[in-house]
């Protein structure tokens, strides 16, 4: 038998709730019409509740560790839109979903935003209560959507823009992975060398009477270090990096380092581009979704995942308020490429800016692959070429002894 929890309406019409166990929902149902309570909703006990009472009470842990990706988010929106499409209620569309879905945490989620809805709450509305899943982006766009009678257009624009979120992400981390790997591989090696082959090889060179090069002797040393005082350069590295962690917690350290971010050579000018992909995608989604252009930069200005050009953005927000264009007072900013604030001009000209601002996106993004392509092409001879290196130095450290040893024995 399976636990239902249940909301409904006594013989009084006072609303009464609880649970009772049974074999499905609908015999769940019938039991309480026999008890003389009406229900209005009936679900299985969520996973991951707490279950009995006193000594036999049972906590599931591991909803606190499940996890709603974007990915999840952007197959959900995609499934709404073809359910709301095919003209079924937003209910029993959210019911279809909630049979779906795979994750406990977001079944949990969809039937609270159904028993909302069904309440007489608004889809966004009930979405807002969820802000940890649904972005204030999203939320927006389906209010902006239910008031303007196109909710199944506006989720499809949400599929394709969350769709595309993810393909940038996913170039980007596919990018790095292999020089990230590459570089974790080749510091195994090398500090297997200095901890494993050269503590060897020095005990060789003890038993023998000669004086070490240089070279060897700095070697030897460094083994030593990291074998003896391996916990120094550790300390080092976890102290570095909770110092980082709680300069960049702080607002004017994370604003800082943006700022450095933005100015790395090669970093900085991908970092910018991502930026502007996002403004202009996610501004050009929201605008032509119909959200009214001041609460669409407010919403932009959080998605960039930059403090600089966010900052950049709400001071545009801020003239476009007193009646300027979007373009003039980006360019005046100096965060924006000059590519970028002309098209944008353009297409505010001509009416065409929602389309302009999705041309625009899709041209950074491509740049942004081309560059990240190059700069793996770069990364990987010269982590070669680092770590060839050092080879050559260990290697060269042994052997020197050698030949001074083969020079005195003639």
């Excluded at 009464?16 to 015999?27: E, F, M, W």
């Excluded at 299985?44 to 499940?66: P, S």
């Excluded at 080879?391 to 040893?405: H, T």
Aim: hydrophobic share 45%.
């Amino acid at each position: 038998m399976a636990i239902f929890q249940y909301k409904g309406l006594n013989a009084a019409g006072t609303e009464v709730s609880g649970i009772i166990d049974s074999d499905n929902a609908k015999s769940a149902r019938s039991k309480l019409r026999k008890q003389g309570v009406f229900p209005t909703a009936v679900d299985a006990q969520e996973k991951g509740a707490t279950k009995g009472t006193g000594l036999n009470l049972e906590i599931d842990f591991a909803q606190y560790f499940e996890r709603v990706t974007v990915k999840d988010v952007c197959a959900l929106t995609g499934q709404l839109s073809t359910l709301i499409g095919a003209n079924i209620p937003i209910v029993e569309a959210l019911t279809a979903l909630i049979d779906q879905v795979e994750k406990p945490k977001l079944e949990r989620i969809l039937r609270d935003i159904r028993e909302k809805v069904n309440q007489g709450a608004t889809l966004a509305e009930a979405m807002g209560d969820h802000s940890d899943v649904f972005s204030p982006l999203y939320i927006n766009m389906v209010g902006a959507g239910e008031q303007s009678g196109s909710l199944v257009t506006v989720l499809q624009r949400l599929t394709d823009y969350t769709e595309a979120q993810v393909a940038l992400r996913g170039k980007i981390v596919t990018a790095l992975t292999y020089p990230a790997l590459m570089g974790g591989v080749s510091g195994l090696i090398i500090i297997g060398l200095f901890v494993g082959v050269i503590p060897r090889i020095k005990r060789v060179f003890e038993t023998m009477d000669t004086t070490l090069p240089a070279l060897t002797r700095a070697v030897m040393a460094f083994s030593d270090f990291l074998i003896g005082q391996w916990y120094i350069p550790l300390a080092i590295a976890i102290a570095m990096v909770v110092a980082f962690r709680r300069w960049v917690g702080k607002p004017e350290g994370q604003t800082q380092w943006h700022g450095i971010l933005l100015k790395m050579p090669v970093i900085g000018n991908v970092n910018r581009k991502v930026a502007v992909s996002r403004f202009c995608r996610t501004m050009s989604t929201l605008l032509d979704s119909g959200v009214p252009i001041l609460t669409a930069v407010s919403i932009v200005k959080t998605v960039v995942g930059n403090d600089i050009i966010a900052m950049a953005i709400e001071k545009a927000g801020r003239n476009i308020a007193e009646g300027q264009s979007i373009a003039e007072p980006l360019k005046a900013s100096g965060q924006f490429p000059p590519l970028v604030t002309h098209m944008i001009n353009i297409g505010e000209k001509t009416g065409e800016l929602e389309p302009m601002l999705s041309k625009v996106a899709d041209a950074y993004d491509q740049e942004v692959e081309r560059t990240l392509e190059g700069l793996t092409s770069i990364l990987e001879p010269v982590m070669i070429v680092v770590m060839g290196g050092i080879v050559a130095i260990v290697a060269l450290s042994i052997l020197l002894p050698m030949l001074n040893m083969s020079a005195i024995a003639k």
